[in-house]
């Protein structure tokens, strides 16, 4: 049993079937990657995970509970963070803010009226997100209005945000989609090194060949809203089914 | 101090020398001096500069931080000073009491009109807010006439219960509110020379109201669920992809400035003991939202500001009439003076709308964050020639 498991999901949006019968499982603290064509339904699914879209057939269980049916936040508290494709940050607030709200968010939950706190007494949390800072490489830049930053700091900083909530099941989608080389290799990088250093479970949506074979350790290719393989990269690789369906096309 | 940071604490405490002093400050004219009209140091618009500076302090809590723009918020200030006109009628004349039975009426209030509008944000929230305060607004005017006097408004009466004071004075009067047996309306007068400073209870009820609005605020403001609101106001998405609820976060804000405006319509009932209809009218609602962008949304002292700003012009500008003006342009040939006259005719006396509105389109465009962002401006402008001259000296290595 993996953490993750998908049964038979399908989800239509007016006349497109966008998935259809896609089963798939997620094993612990493994890194599992999602390929596939432009509209073969990688974010339709991913949005199933997370509560953004309900399906409209099958169930999804993360760690033994269903999500079908709850609300982002719910699943979030769950243990599931999730990375957009676009970094999704809050531009108005500084990058030690942005870090400090997932934390309080892990430690009170959904809401919280702590009106009558002051941030900077909140010691434990100052601590852990000047720790997480640190760890992404940018504590010099805390003071930073968030939205000043560049697409690879955003991303990194988010990235950081959502591991200062310690997940169990950390998504993205696309994480360097839209990004130079070197902010790629970054990115690529510091993923290693999270899934070096944690007891994390990982899955990723990416249509970088080079990202996918640093990083995965399962492949999961999605084509037409249906899963074609599953496999390991190297079998992928070699795989004729996949070369035709979408390597072949992008090579 | 209180839990606040230097920084916060220098600005509450100015504030509060601010407000203390205010009869001087507001004063600065002597009494037969032909600026004397510029004067705005008696009791009536003091005590609307404090209460229309707690409505926009509360105002700013919603708006400034989260970014909910309510068009109704005026419905709150009328439902408290009902509240606090019937505390009157039924309880006593103390004030306490009616502005602690406003505010919660109008918090229980806001919960209702919060809970449904904020199923929808953006332009949908301001309609459907403006949507509801007009609704109260009819309400009051025709429907519930027992409860809010309709047209009249709600006012005291000879016969009125008051089960905790007396119905009448020994004079046969209707009794005043005041608190603990000081009325609101007591005044005591200093003249120093040709100058003359009122100090009245009322209205330092409300400055100490206004200041413990404020110290709130400020709370509010460096708490991590204000942190949360700004966060609302910044990305929704990112906030429930990160676990929090954005729903109790923004209704919870729209609350809190739901009871700040009670606070206000109760003090304006302890000043005035009558509420009426107009009070909760679209226009008041739009007010606050003047004052709160001329001032500067989502800064600390911007709300307090720009009320203080619109009350000014509100009450000083429109006072000036052409014979005011022909005084002060005698000096000219008499040709020119007409002209001068008939040119500055049309922003004062009932033009001071025009003026009003000059002023805040000019705020808006070149000052998006109001009257706060231009003292900024301008203190960074004079530190920034103060440390030319001493760059001057030294060389300075650069940031
Ligand atoms: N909310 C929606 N309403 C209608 N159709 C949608 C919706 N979301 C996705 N689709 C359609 O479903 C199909 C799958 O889309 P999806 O975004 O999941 O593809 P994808 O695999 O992520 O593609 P890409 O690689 O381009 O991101 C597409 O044809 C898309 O147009
Ligand atoms: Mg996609």
Redesign the pocket.
């Known amino acids: 049993m993996g953490i993750l498991e998908v049964k038979n999901v399908g989800k239509r ?2 006349g ?1 079937q ?1 998935l259809s019968e896609v089963n798939l499982s997620v094993a612990e603290n493994s890194c599992h990657a999602i390929i ?1 064509p ?8 991913l949005n199933c995970l997370v509560g953004k879209l309900i399906p409209d057939s099958g169930s999804v269980m993360f760690d033994g509970q269903s999500v079908l049916g709850r609300a982002p936040y719910e699943i979030n508290q769950m243990g599931i963070s999730r990375v957009f494709q676009t970094p999704e940050i809050f531009g108005d607030l500084t990058v030690m803010e942005n870090m400090m709200i997932p934390i309080f968010a892990k430690r009170d939950g959904a809401f919280r009226m702590h009106a009558f706190e002051t941030i900077t007494n909140e010691k434990q949390v100052v601590e852990q997100a000047e720790k997480m800072l640190e760890e992404m490489n940018m504590a010099d830049k805390r003071h930073m209005h968030a939205a000043a930053m560049s697409r690879g700091d955003k991303r990194r900083l988010e990235i950081g945000m959502c591991l200062s909530q310690e997940p169990r099941l950390l998504l993205l989608d ?1 994480p360097t989609a839209g990004m130079a080389r070197a902010d790629t290799n970054n990115t690529i990088d510091l993923l290693k090194q999270i899934k070096e250093e944690r007891d994390i479970t990982i899955a990723i ?1 990416e ?1 970088d060949m080079h990202v996918v074979f640093s990083l995965a350790d399962r492949i999961t290719v ?1 084509a037409q809203g249906t899963p074609l393989v599953e496999d390991d990269p190297q079998n992928i690789k070699g795989n004729p089914k996949v070369r035709e369906a979408y390597l072949g096309e992008s090579a | 101090m209180f839990g606040l940071e230097k920084k916060d604490t220098s600005l509450l405490l100015i504030v509060a020398v601010l407000t203390m002093f205010a009869p001087f400050i507001l004063n600065p004219f002597p009494t037969d001096s032909a600026l004397a009209q510029f004067n705005a140091g008696y009791p009536d618009l003091m005590q609307r500069f404090v209460i229309f500076g707690i409505f926009a302090i509360g105002f700013n809590i919603l708006f400034g931080l989260t970014g909910y723009l309510s068009f109704g918020h005026a419905a709150f200030l009328g439902v408290g000073s009902y509240a606090a006109v019937w505390m009157f009628k039924l309880i006593g004349m103390n004030v306490l009491p009616a502005i602690l039975l406003a505010i919660i009426v109008s918090g229980l209030f806001s919960v209702i009109i919060g809970y449904v509008s904020l199923r929808r944000s953006g332009i949908y929230f301001s309609i459907l807010t403006l949507a509801f305060a007009q609704m109260s607004f009819a309400l009051a005017y025709s429907v519930l006439t027992p409860i809010t006097g309709g047209e009249t408004g709600l006012q005291l009466a000879l016969d009125d219960p008051r089960i905790l004071g007396v119905s009448q004075t020994a004079e046969g009067n209707i009794p005043v509110p005041s608190l603990f047996g000081l009325e609101m309306r007591s005044t005591a007068e200093l003249v120093v020379g040709p100058w003359e400073f009122v100090f009245n209870v009322g209205y330092y009820t409300s400055a100490l109201f206004m200041l413990a609005s404020f110290y709130l605020a400020i709370r509010i403001f460096r708490s991590p669920f204000g942190m949360m609101l700004r966060a609302v106001k910044s990305n929704q998405q990112r906030m429930n992809y990160t676990g929090l609820n954005t729903r109790p976060y923004t209704l919870a804000a729209f609350v809190i400035s739901g009871m700040y405006a009670g606070l206000a319509g109760g003090l304006m009932a302890s000043m005035d003991p009558l509420a009426g209809a107009e009070r909760m009218q679209w226009t008041a609602s739009g007010e606050v939202v003047l004052m709160t962008i001329l001032g500067g949304a989502g800064t600390l002292i911007g709300p307090v500001l720009g009320a203080g700003f619109i009350k000014y012009f509100e009450n000083i500008f429109s006072k000036i009439n052409d014979n005011v003006l022909h005084g002060w342009f005698a000096f000219l040939p008499d040709g020119m003076e007409d002209f001068v006259v008939f040119i500055i005719h049309p922003f004062i006396g009932k033009g001071w709308h025009l003026t009003l509105g000059i002023l805040f389109m000019m705020v808006v465009i070149f000052l998006p964050g109001g009257l706060v962002e231009g003292g900024q401006r301008i203190s960074s402008w004079v530190r920034g020639r103060k440390s030319e001259d001493k760059a001057k000296g030294k060389t300075e290595p650069a940031e």
Do not use: D, P, Q
């Open positions: 949006f007016g497109l966008a596939g432009n509209g073969a339904g990688k974010s339709t699914l696309e949506i249509h999605l």
